[in-house]
């Protein structure tokens, strides 16, 4: 059976846990304890050289080791329900999408917070290497994911999902991004009434979590 | 027949471009002058709105606008040979370094370039909204970029190729990467053996440009 190394209160690991619960794929689960820097520790550095979570073994004994790679294996092993799309132009869309919410929503989250939280003074960057928090990119990420959230609003008008009119793995990445943005203070208002349905709409699939 | 909006000094559609000649794909090129700012004005803002290349018009007159999207499409649409992998853990394999070369690679150099160039002042990021200059994050770039072309060249030594033992699209990534790190004056050297050999045995496929 898969072994997913997850993190129950950290964004990246949450991506994985759902699409496994989307999929149906059996799997069993060892928590991380990232608060304590366990991935950092030579236990876990044996099964992630990157020291990063999630990390997914499977039943082959390979171990992925970030979420692309898990998102490809798990579309090829359980490609029903497809996740990530089915026609060319679907997938181009999921593809595309997936990639904007990573770039634009997360990465910005990652950098307001990193940047900022004293907790995470020289840990910038996920990884081994540590990294000086820079307090401008804090700044910019906080702008960017500002804009990120009007556009996907914007975006979400009329639309019952993110890419293609189907559920996706860009949903899931959304989600992930919407709910890692309270930890800089961002919550969607008023002012994104798409934003709000759809994520309620998420919520009832039951499986996020 | 599709048309691919491209600047040829670039390196996103540097990506795209590599992609179609591997593929052999039937296309139409349409060069967008980044350096005259052609891709901010009107006309290039009504074909995509993202202000950015490559841009790939499909047959069917949808416009893909970023190097993710294009390859889900060209992979699905042209399967052979597969650059995106065939095998549930090549697939896996390949997402997961495109990835790395892409979070690690290429935004590295990027964060280097746009954040010390004088001519990328007030463009420290792509697209339509100007941001500032951030040097730290030029030196932080420049750290990265150095640690990860020093790993790739480790993971290059006996092997041919990227991931999974055969040519794709994390390749092509690779590439165009080690490439633009000319723009911030890193070369491989003496020390990186692996990579050299690797960004030879590349050239000699002909498609690279």
């Known amino acids: 059976m898969m072994t997913l190394y997850d993190c129950a209160t950290a964004p990246s690991p949450r991506r994985a846990r759902i699409l496994l619960a989307e999929k149906g794929a059996p799997h069993q689960t060892v928590q991380v304890d990232l608060r304590g820097g366990e991935q950092l520790g030579e ?11 999630p990390a ?63 907790a995470m003074a020289n840990r910038a960057l996920p990884g081994p290497v540590d990294y000086a928090q820079i307090p401008a990119l804090a700044e910019r990420g906080l702008a960017r994911l500002q804009r990120f959230f ?24 959304a989600v992930v991004a919407l709910d890692f943005a309270r930890a800089v203070k961002f919550r969607p208002g008023d002012e994104h009434p798409h934003l709000q349905r759809w994520r309620a709409a998420m919520q009832a699939r039951g499986t996020m979590g």
Chains 1, 2 share one sequence.
């Not at 236990?43 to 979570?53: D, E, L």
């Not at 073994?57 to 490609?79: K, M, Q």
């Not at 997938?91 to 989250?109: D, H, N, S, T």
């Not at 009007?150 to 990445?173: C, K, M, P, V």
């Open 56 to 118: 997914l073994v499977t039943d082959e004994g390979s171990v992925l080791t970030d979420n692309a790679a898990i998102a490809a294996y798990v579309e090829a092993r359980w490609p029903e329900p497809p996740l990530l799309g089915r026609t060319p132009l679907d997938k181009a869309q999921i593809a595309g999408w997936q990639w904007r919410v990573e770039f634009e929503g997360l990465m910005a989250i990652a950098e307001a917070l990193r940047n900022s939280s004293p």
């Open 150 to 173: 009007a556009a996907l609003d914007q975006h979400l008008a009329g639309r019952d999902f993110i890419a293609a009119e189907q559920f996706s793995i860009a949903d899931i990445t």
């Open 43 to 53: 236990a876990f550095r044996r099964i992630n050289p990157q020291c990063t979570v």
